[in-house]
């Protein structure tokens, strides 16, 4: 069954101590992407891979990092630099045609205190 | 500055009665709309797409109209049921840019039994 695996679901850190948040997929796709979910808000692009090597800051990368060594793997690393990590992270992949859905994984909710 | 804004928080609707969704967007570069439906603690799944050459777009209880002199969107769920109980979010692109995905704050629909 293809699709995408966020893990962990849940990840408690302390302040100050850089985090990775993992997204595999296996629908083959070129595109992925890392969201950001806060209450009451909408998805917030951080990241953006639209091929192996390559990716974009989105609107909110600031301090945040990714890498894009595999087709099927596309890790995010929460930097201490990141003022509110606290969030509900979100990895999506699509094909690379402009107007294809993006399919979601179940998230990370991540708690940093 | 929101460029895709979904005004009303929340609706509540009785099981079997039409649900209205609405979604107003400000950048007339965009192209492209989606629907995706979330429940908690886990990722959005796509619901219906439309293009801005089209006025509606079917499939199955779900409808979305465009109304692009008015910059605006709605999606209708025909007739609704409790399961439908979710948060949409109303997302917008520029064709060929799904990089550039735009996702409104969202709606959480209640259907009451």
């Known amino acids: 069954d293809g699709g995408i695996t966020q893990s962990p679901k849940y990840l408690f850190r302390k302040e100050g101590q850089n985090v990775t948040l993992s997204c595999e997929q296996n629908?083959?796709?070129?595109?992925m992407y890392w969201y950001r979910q806060d209450p009451g808000q909408g998805l917030r692009l951080i990241y953006y891979?639209?091929?192996?090597?390559?990716?974009q800051k989105g609107d909110i990368a600031e301090g945040y990092s990714v890498s894009r060594e595999k087709k099927e793997s596309f890790p995010l690393t929460v930097t201490s630099a990141q003022k509110n990590p606290t969030a509900f992270y979100l990895c999506?992949?699509?094909?690379?045609?402009?107007?294809?859905?993006?399919?979601f994984g179940n998230g990370t909710r991540l708690t940093v205190t | 500055d929101q460029q895709v804004k979904q005004n009303s928080p929340s609706l509540s609707v009785q099981e079997g009665r039409i649900s209205i969704l609405n979604c107003d967007y400000t950048?007339?570069?965009?192209?492209?709309f989606l629907w995706y439906k979330k429940y908690p603690a886990e990722g959005p799944t796509f619901l219906i797409s439309?293009?801005?050459?089209?006025d509606k777009n079917e499939d199955g209880r779900f409808t979305v109209f465009l109304n692009k002199s008015a910059k605006h969107l709605s999606l209708h769920i025909v007739p609704s049921q409790p399961g439908d109980s979710a948060v949409y979010f109303c997302?917008?692109?520029?064709?060929?840019?799904?990089?550039?995905?735009?996702f409104g704050k969202g709606i959480t629909l209640s259907v009451r039994p």
């Open positions: 999506a992949s699509s094909i690379a045609r402009g107007d294809s859905p993006l399919h």
């Open positions: 891979s639209q091929i192996v090597n390559d990716f």
């Open positions: 997302a917008a692109s520029e064709t060929g840019a799904n990089s550039k995905l735009t």
């Open positions: 950048n007339s570069m965009f192209d492209y």
């Open positions: 629908l083959n796709h070129d595109a």
């Open positions: 439309i293009s801005s050459i089209k």
